[in-house]
């Protein structure tokens, strides 16, 4: 007998012991971001992944841990996604003058003089200016670049990325003259004679003779540009454009465990990238993602290259330029969809929007869950907002919205700019939104883009009521624009995007909760921890 009851104490004991995990999150308010968006106290993690969320109570009788976290009541989020942004030219942005937020081509060419008398550059090369910021609100002029850096070539690219202006020295090394013809953009000539701004494909003149960027250099832009995202809270980007090289040096840095960043790599589309990656197939790590391609409709509306249906409200006759041809973009979703990988297009405006929503209308028929998105999706003719209800995804920066509402209704006039922006109303039709920043066409914070999404408006307050408020999201839209649905954009929802059991420990500690706090606070929110595979980021020094 008494052998009996020493067994059953054995028995009862062992079925009371708890189970060893790598971390334990208690007295937490977490946001699971999961299908009942459901919150929770406490949270399980072993091997880099979650084991369990749920109250404090339970969990704590379950699991044990040497690293135990006391939130203290913080809030927890999933790891933020940014669903569009251009991660390595981020870091290589550290790498040149940085012409955001001038208010004058004046203030430009000063910091220019600045960097290269601090540099002494062999080829100087900027970015961040946007003369929409200007009092004067036209492109420059190369004429004092001409007088200030005759024997340099200089290159100055607008905030989009659609605009470059450069001197007559790399116009020369260019060979760019007054003849010069190229479709699918434009090269600007005033009174005669070169201005130096050069506007979508002709900027391919210039890129040919930029020198190459050394492989340590590649590699200092990553891991700059990761420390800026972790710190705001990103633990996943979605690179709109990535060359061979680039993507095989994230996977390297990531192997060797320097990256840390999880990438959703799109692969820029040109022969090369796609003769290479189309037949290999997607590729996939648990850092990496390459399994989709980035093409490029038309230009931006801030440089008027966007393609509209109607001519410019503020230029006639102008009605901007497919970067890609409309036979093309046919031709690129036929191959593309005979492939694994997902197509992405740059699409701004209506015209091209039109163009490449019906490309990919004809080369998915009989094709399900393709999740071919378009990005930014800026301006939409009405019946066209229809093909987002057939699988179609858009992916939307809501900072853009407040950063071109001051000048926006200029190019577009009071009818269409009711169909531009339209964040709202793409999801209504769509049932999923994706959401990111294009940084560095915008800045970094995720939290700018939460409070564009949802006041649409500027850090000013302005404008009292919101920008065209019917299409602002909810907070809860919003954050799951940035987590779930990103994921899923990504092909990614089954193992990140919300903080659920078999999914990575991807989760971020913020000093308030930005689910109750007035929104004018959520703009200055600080991430006090950012934790990657339950492993917590070091800080930028």
Same mark, same amino acid.
């Given at each position: 007998?008494?052998?009996?009851? =020493?067994?059953?104490?054995?028995?009862?004991?062992?079925?009371?012991?708890? @189970?060893?995990?790598?971390?334990?999150?208690?007295?937490?308010?977490?946001?699971?971001?999961?299908?009942?968006?459901?919150?929770? %106290?406490?949270?399980?993690?072993?091997?880099?992944?979650?084991?369990?969320?749920?109250?404090? $109570?339970?969990?704590?009788?379950?699991?044990?841990?040497?690293?135990?976290?006391?939130?203290?009541? &913080?809030?927890? =989020?999933?790891?933020?996604?940014?669903?569009?942004?251009?991660?390595?030219?981020?870091?290589?942005?550290?790498?040149?003058?940085?012409?955001?937020?001038?208010?004058?081509?004046?203030?430009?060419?000063?910091?220019?003089?600045? /960097?290269?008398?601090?540099?002494?550059?062999? /080829? *100087?090369?900027?970015?961040?200016?946007?003369?929409?910021?200007? $009092?004067?609100?036209?492109?420059?002029?190369?004429?004092?670049?001409?007088?200030?850096?005759?024997?340099?070539?200089?290159?100055?690219?607008?905030?989009?990325?659609?605009?470059? +202006?450069?001197?007559?020295?790399?116009?020369?090394?260019?060979?760019?003259?007054?003849?010069?013809?190229?479709?699918?953009?434009?090269?600007?000539? %005033?009174?005669? !004679?070169?201005?130096?701004?050069?506007?979508?494909?002709?900027?391919?003149?210039?890129?040919?003779?930029?020198?190459?960027?050394?492989?340590?250099?590649?590699?200092?832009?990553?891991?700059?540009?990761? !420390?800026?995202?972790?710190?705001?809270?990103?633990?996943?980007?979605?690179?709109?454009?990535?060359?061979?090289?680039?993507?095989?040096?994230?996977?390297?840095?990531?192997?060797?465990?320097?990256?840390?960043?999880?990438?959703?790599?799109?692969?820029?589309?040109?022969?090369?990238?796609?003769?290479?990656? +189309?037949?290999?197939? *997607?590729?996939?790590?648990?850092?990496?993602?390459?399994?989709?391609?980035?093409?490029?409709?038309?230009?931006?509306?801030?440089?008027?290259?966007?393609?509209?249906?109607?001519?410019?409200?503020?230029?006639?006759?102008?009605?901007?330029?497919?970067?890609?041809?409309?036979?093309?973009?046919?031709?690129?979703?036929?191959?593309?969809?005979?492939?694994?990988?997902?197509?992405?297009?740059?699409?701004?405006?209506?015209?091209?929007?039109?163009?490449?929503?019906?490309?990919?209308?004809?080369?998915?028929?009989?094709?399900?869950?393709?999740?071919?998105?378009? $990005?930014?999706?800026?301006?939409?003719?009405?019946?066209?907002?229809?093909?987002?209800?057939?699988? *179609?995804?858009?992916?939307?920066?809501?900072?853009?919205?407040?950063?071109?509402?001051?000048?926006?209704?200029?190019?577009?006039? @009071?009818?269409?700019?009711?169909?531009?922006?339209?964040?709202?109303?793409?999801?209504?039709?769509?049932?999923?939104?994706?959401?990111?920043?294009?940084?560095?066409?915008?800045?970094?914070?995720?939290?700018?883009?939460?409070?564009?999404?949802?006041?649409? &408006?500027?850090?000013?307050?302005?404008? &009292?009521?919101?920008?065209?408020?019917?299409?602002?999201?909810?907070?809860?839209?919003?954050?799951?624009?940035?987590?779930?649905?990103?994921? /899923?954009?990504?092909?990614?929802?089954? %193992?990140?995007?919300?903080?659920?059991?078999?999914?990575?420990?991807?989760?971020? *500690?913020?000093?308030?909760?930005?689910?109750?706090?007035?929104? $004018? @606070?959520?703009?200055?929110?600080?991430? @006090?921890?950012?934790?990657?595979?339950?492993?917590?980021?070091?800080?930028?020094?």
């Amino acid at each position: 007998m008494k052998k009996i009851c =020493l067994l059953f104490l054995a028995f009862a004991m062992s079925c009371t012991k708890k @189970e060893k995990i790598d971390l334990l999150v208690t007295n937490a308010n977490i946001y699971t971001v999961d299908s009942a968006f459901s919150k929770a %106290e406490a949270m399980a993690v072993k091997n880099g992944k979650i084991m369990a969320v749920g109250l404090n $109570e339970e969990l704590t009788e379950i699991y044990e841990s040497q690293r135990i976290l006391d939130a203290k009541g &913080k809030t927890i =989020l999933p790891g933020l996604i940014d669903a569009h942004c251009h991660f390595f030219g981020l870091g290589l942005n550290q790498q040149m003058v940085d012409l955001l937020d001038t208010k004058s081509y004046e203030e430009v060419l000063q910091k220019v003089v600045a /960097f290269q008398k601090e540099k002494q550059k062999d /080829f *100087i090369f900027g970015r961040g200016w946007d003369q929409n910021d200007w $009092e004067e609100k036209i492109f420059p002029n190369k004429d004092r670049l001409d007088k200030l850096f005759p024997d340099t070539p200089v290159v100055l690219q607008r905030i989009d990325g659609h605009a470059y +202006l450069v001197n007559q020295k790399a116009l020369d090394l260019a060979g760019i003259t007054k003849e010069t013809k190229v479709s699918g953009g434009e090269i600007v000539i %005033e009174d005669g !004679a070169l201005t130096g701004v050069l506007i979508d494909n002709p900027m391919a003149m210039i890129d040919a003779i930029v020198p190459d960027i050394s492989r340590a250099d590649q590699a200092k832009a990553l891991l700059d540009a990761q !420390a800026l995202c972790l710190d705001f809270g990103l633990t996943t980007v979605s690179d709109a454009g990535l060359d061979r090289e680039v993507i095989e040096l994230i996977d390297s840095l990531q192997q060797q465990g320097d990256l840390k960043m999880r990438v959703y790599a799109m692969v820029s589309n040109n022969k090369e990238n796609l003769d290479f990656y +189309l037949p290999k197939g *997607i590729i996939k790590t648990d850092h990496l993602n390459v399994r989709s391609v980035k093409v490029y409709g038309d230009g931006a509306l801030g440089s008027r290259g966007a393609a509209l249906k109607e001519e410019y409200s503020d230029k006639h006759h102008h009605f901007g330029a497919m970067v890609t041809s409309v036979d093309e973009i046919h031709d690129l979703a036929t191959r593309i969809a005979a492939s694994d990988y997902q197509m992405n297009t740059h699409a701004i405006g209506d015209s091209a929007n039109a163009v490449v929503l019906k490309a990919y209308e004809a080369a998915l028929t009989g094709k399900s869950d393709r999740r071919w998105r378009i $990005e930014h999706a800026q301006v939409i003719d009405g019946e066209d907002f229809n093909y987002f209800s057939k699988g *179609i995804i858009p992916s939307v920066q809501p900072t853009h919205a407040t950063s071109d509402m001051y000048w926006a209704e200029d190019r577009l006039g @009071e009818d269409r700019i009711e169909r531009a922006y339209a964040y709202k109303t793409l999801l209504n039709k769509s049932g999923v939104l994706a959401l990111g920043t294009d940084f560095p066409v915008e800045k970094v914070s995720p939290f700018l883009t939460f409070y564009a999404a949802v006041a649409r &408006k500027d850090l000013e307050d302005y404008p &009292k009521n919101g920008f065209q408020i019917k299409d602002a999201l909810t907070r809860e839209e919003t954050l799951k624009g940035m987590t779930i649905w990103a994921a /899923f954009a990504n092909f990614e929802e089954q %193992e990140k995007g919300s903080l659920e059991p078999g999914k990575f420990a991807d989760f971020i *500690i913020l000093d308030k909760d930005i689910m109750q706090v007035p929104i $004018e @606070e959520v703009p200055d929110l600080q991430v @006090e921890h950012t934790y990657l595979g339950g492993e917590l980021m070091p800080k930028k020094e």
